[in-house]
């Protein structure tokens, strides 16, 4: 596979990655390998973290994380691609989005997660360029 078939989609503006962030990351796991016949390949992240990547053959599709806090329920987030993050989130809140979480910045990008006017959430995504496939 290339490895623009092995990355997840980078084009501003468009859902580049999925995740779902439940709190028994474990159960999720094994629902969601049997139910698509997904692998999994575990990363770790600064601070200790396990994430989990979902993967359909040699592409990744998703990813799986199980937060630290207590109560957080389980959902499926969407990540959209953007070319400046700190300069879209400042746009979104003059549309009247919310800030849920503030930027983190990881070695493969960094994102935010905000809520429409409405109440959606969803997550910006930039990419350092340098996301595992």
């Not at 700190?86 to 919310?98: H, M, P």
């Amino acid at each position: 596979m290339s490895e623009a078939q092995t990355k997840p989609v980078e084009i501003p503006g468009t859902i580049g990655w999925n995740e779902v962030i439940t709190p028994n990351k474990e159960e999720s796991i094994a629902f969601y390998t049997q139910l698509f016949g997904w692998t999994t390949e575990n990363m770790e992240l600064p601070g200790g973290m396990t994430y989990t990547m979902f993967k359909q053959g040699d592409r990744p599709v998703a990813g799986c994380v199980q937060p630290d806090q207590e109560g957080v329920p389980a959902s499926w987030l969407q990540y959209v691609s953007v070319e400046d993050l700190d300069e879209t989130i400042q746009k979104a809140k003059s549309l009247g989005a919310s800030i849920i979480m503030e930027r983190v910045d990881l070695p493969m990008g960094s994102f935010a997660v905000v809520a429409d006017p409405q109440g959606a959430t969803f997550a910006f995504w930039q990419s350092t360029g340098d996301c595992p496939s």
